[in-house]
């Protein structure tokens, strides 16, 4: 009985050890996301999901797969926060119709070119104009997480039966997206990267690249539709 104790004891002192340790990354993460989501999402909601994601990370984590504990924790964490969002769906179903109308517009303008669409193509295919077809992109910016988890989304705008986390740990899922983000246009793949691997906020983005955060954030819906037409396979397995 003493060495149950001790050992629950041990046990309790190692999480809050490693909460301690990680917080500001989940707190760092949380800020990020938020900043791209409407403000319903509580950023206190985010940090808790994250908490719960970093103690899954300690739990499942295994070093001889390669990836350091931080860059493991951080996708668990991520994937614990989507997760959490989706799980509130606070999507209107007309913006899950027009995310698919905007899905199978890019993936049919892309069969028949042979090479990513531009904004005009994709607008063509729609049958819509222009302003329109941006309208259609901040509606979604507006309404919808637009991010690399959500590549792993549903028809129906309903998240898929794996949980994000665990599916982020699939090497051949990692390798996929690596491929899919290194077909995407430049730019697009540029505003990626320094959103997500150098964690600049839309502001920053834009200034790189010389747009306003509206045009960000419609650069990366329009990625993140690309990305899902190439893991299509992914999507239906979810």
């Known amino acids: 009985m003493v060495n149950a104790v001790s050992a629950y004891t041990a046990c309790e002192a190692a999480r809050g050890d490693l909460v301690t340790s990680y917080a500001n990354l989940v ?13 319903s999402v509580q950023l ?14 300690h739990e499942n984590y295994d070093g001889a797969r390669g990836a350091n504990f931080e860059t493991f924790a951080s996708i668990r964490i991520r994937g614990a926060m989507i997760d959490e969002v989706r799980r509130g769906d606070w999507t209107p179903r007309s913006v899950h119709r027009n995310g698919r109308k905007l899905d199978e517009a890019l993936r049919a303008a892309q069969s028949r070119l042979g090479r990513p ?18 309208a259609m992109l901040n509606d979604a910016v507006g309404h919808k997480l637009v991010s690399f988890e959500e590549t792993v989304e549903r028809e129906d705008g309903e998240p898929g039966g794996t949980e994000l986390g665990a599916l982020f740990e699939s090497a051949e899922f990692r390798d996929r ?3 899919a983000i290194g077909a995407l246009p430049e730019r697009e793949r540029l505003i990626l990267s320094l959103y997500y691997d150098q964690e600049l906020n839309l502001k920053e983005v834009g200034a790189v690249i010389g747009v306003g955060e509206s045009r960000v954030s419609q650069l990366m819906s329009q990625a993140t539709a690309r990305l899902r037409a190439q893991l299509e396979d992914w999507v239906d397995g979810g």
Do not use: C, N, T
């Open 27 to 39: 707190k760092r993460i949380a800020h990020h996301l938020k900043a791209r989501l409407p403000d």
């Open 44 to 57: 206190d909601d985010l940090i808790q999901a994250g908490m719960i994601g970093l103690l899954e990370a």
């Open 117 to 134: 669409p531009q904004d005009r193509e994709i607008a063509e295919e729609l049958g819509v104009s222009m302003e329109d077809y941006f």
């Open 177 to 179: 997206l690596a491929e």
